[in-house]
């Protein structure tokens, strides 16, 4: 009776061992790089409108039409008023349950919203993992803001 594995050297193994460190050095450099390059898309819908009449100094209506996907809450979340000037208004967290939905919200005014032609933009910063930010955003129609 002979050993089955009468013919295996150091070497042999040494081999096999580098072939295995090679084959999982592969498989987590590309599962690595895939972090880098798959589409992330923690709100896929986000559609904004600002509603009813609006008025210089008053808050901001805005419905929201959404779909967000489960597992993602943004770390921050930027709302602007565009005019040719972009005027930041103060920072709104609205934590949106995942799934699809329609709501309306409440958002404070800038006291540097004077009468005329606007458009609202959001921002939303997502941590998809701790080296990759996903930014989802949605502009309004324009809107008209009266004295």
């Known amino acids: 009776m002979t050993w089955r594995y009468q013919n295996v050297t150091w070497e042999r193994i040494a081999a096999d061992m580098a072939n295995i460190a090679i084959i999982v050095i592969g498989v987590g450099g590309l ?15 986000l559609e904004i409108a600002v509603v009813g009449p609006t008025h210089a100094g008053d808050a901001l209506r805005v419905h929201l039409d959404y779909c ?3 597992g993602y809450n943004p770390y921050e979340v930027r709302w602007a008023l565009l ?4 005027i930041m208004l103060p920072p ?3 934590t949106l349950p995942p799934g699809c939905d329609q709501l309306t919200i409440l958002l404070p005014s800038s006291p540097h919203m004077v009468p005329g032609s606007y458009k609202l933009r ?21 809107f008209e803001v009266t004295p």
């Open 31 to 45: 599962s690595a790089v895939g972090t880098l390059v798959w589409p992330y898309h923690p709100v896929p819908r």
């Open 68 to 70: 967000k996907t489960a």
């Open 83 to 86: 005019d040719g000037v972009t």
């Open 92 to 94: 709104t967290i609205v």
């Open 122 to 142: 959001v921002q939303g910063f997502y941590a998809v993992w701790p080296w990759r930010t996903v930014i989802e955003e949605a502009t309004s129609k324009p």
